[in-house]
């Protein structure tokens, strides 16, 4: 039997054995014993947030009782391991200050605003199974996700920022400085300044930005929605024999994005 129009025959089943084609097999037998039935190389998954409340209202004169739990997948049919510090998955306080969650009035569509401080600790540059930060973040298929609650408490920003007296007298007298500078300038005109609307602009207390009587919608928001640092599999997986690892080496090039598959509303009431 022939090729048409090439007059070469055509290479019985077998008879040839391809080096690029033993080389995709190869590749996909290394994938299917990763990833089971599936065969794609590891692109970033994506992490499945879902989002509910312990109550249909938050109080503002007894904000602890209320509690915002987010659960969380990967679209993928392994876990993966990741540095969950400053993501929403952090259960320190920082997903309710620094933008971490978005809670959206239904009536307005205007976003509550929220205290905008940046203050976090620092992690420890080498990592383990057990690090505080290092978190298991299981398939779809599986049966429990992994979870984290935030809880609101209604301090204020002075309780949150403590200042020693020396640090407080030195942050008065450049203020003072700040202010003779801008009247030689003849910056103080009787207008407010950026700096003056945006301390009004900002919240209290991590209830203060709600509205009595109002609805509002949970949302992920831009900051801590990512994680730059994590790996395929579990912890076991990851950290063989109590292994320790340096956490800048986790550093990845592919963001694991988090996408918001069920969310929760709340009622403020006094």
Sequence with gaps: ??????GRGIPSPGSYHSPTSSMTTTMKNFFAGLFGTH?????AP????????????????????????????????KPITIDSWRTVLDSGH???????LTFKD????????????????IPSAVISADSKYIVEIPPRTGEKAYSVVHKFNGESLADKV??????????????EELRKMEESLGACTGVKSERDERVERYPESDVGG???????????GSKMASVGSWRWGSKVEVFKEGEKQNREEWRHRDLVEMVLERTARFEVVE
Excluded: W
């Excluded at 065969?39 to 692109?43: G, L, N």
């Excluded at 205007?110 to 600790?121: E, G, H, K, L, S």
């Excluded at 709600?210 to 992920?220: A, D, H, R």
């Design 1 to 6: 039997m022939h090729a048409c129009g090439t």
């Design 39 to 43: 065969t794609k190389p590891p692109v």
């Design 46 to 77: 994506r992490i499945l947030i879902s989002i509910s409340t312990n109550s249909p209202s938050l109080s503002k004169s007894h904000p602890a009782e209320f509690t915002v739990t987010l659960e969380a997948k990967v679209d993928a049919p």
């Design 94 to 100: 920082l997903a309710l200050d620094y933008e971490g």
């Design 106 to 121: 239904c009536g307005t569509g205007q976003f509550a605003p929220r205290i905008v401080i940046d203050v976090f600790a």
């Design 162 to 175: 403590r200042l020693d007296d020396e640090m407080m007298r030195k942050l008065e007298e450049a203020a």
């Design 210 to 220: 709600f509205e009595v009587g109002c609805t509002y919608e949970i949302g992920l």
